[in-house]
């Protein structure tokens, strides 16, 4: 990854990961660490949300040549929330369609369950739902969202 802004996003979560790894009261402590998945698929799919905005924004930034204009693009990017599947491909098509089809080219069904499951329990989780997701699996997920991440760089030749 080289956006600063998704770096330093990543930094937090692996933070928050090596703590409750290296928790050893929270070992066999299946509902504290349940919690805590909550948190980190909280965090996961903020992250996803940083990634979308700041690749893209930070494309148009440099490709732009009218200042307003990567405003623009970045003011929409804003707009851009519960990033799933579908979002993340419909965001690349906004900037062309050859990047839509490579990034769906680029994104295995791992990576896509992934991505829609952080975003289903990010919204259970956030509307007081009762949700399944285990600390195990979001770890897992948030491997996945970290390769989705670095596949929408590739997509802009970041």
């Avoid at 996803?48 to 930070?58: D, F, K, S, T």
């Avoid at 791992?110 to 979001?138: F, K, M, P, W």
């Avoid at 897992?140 to 970290?146: E, P, S, V």
Wanted: net charge negative; glycine share 4%.
């Amino acid at each position: 990854m080289k956006c600063p802004e998704v770096i330093a996003f990543k930094r937090r979560i692996d933070a928050v990961i090596n703590y409750v790894d290296k928790a050893d009261a929270l070992k066999d402590d299946d509902e504290r660490l349940a919690h805590w998945a909550n948190y980190i698929c909280i965090l996961v799919s903020g992250f996803l949300e940083v990634a979308v905005r700041e690749v893209y924004g930070n494309f148009a930034d440099d490709n732009c040549g009218d200042p307003n204009l990567a405003y623009f693009v970045r003011k929409t990017l804003d707009r851009q929330t519960n990033i799933n599947t579908d979002k993340a491909l419909n965001v690349a098509k906004l900037f062309s369609v050859e990047w839509h089809t490579k990034l769906g080219g680029l994104l295995d069904p791992e990576q896509r369950t992934a991505i829609n499951n952080i975003v289903t329990n990010r919204n259970l989780i956030v509307h007081g739902r009762n949700c399944d997701i285990s600390y195990d699996r979001i770890k897992r997920d948030y491997a996945c969202a970290l390769q989705v991440a670095e596949s929408i760089e590739q997509v802009c030749g970041i």
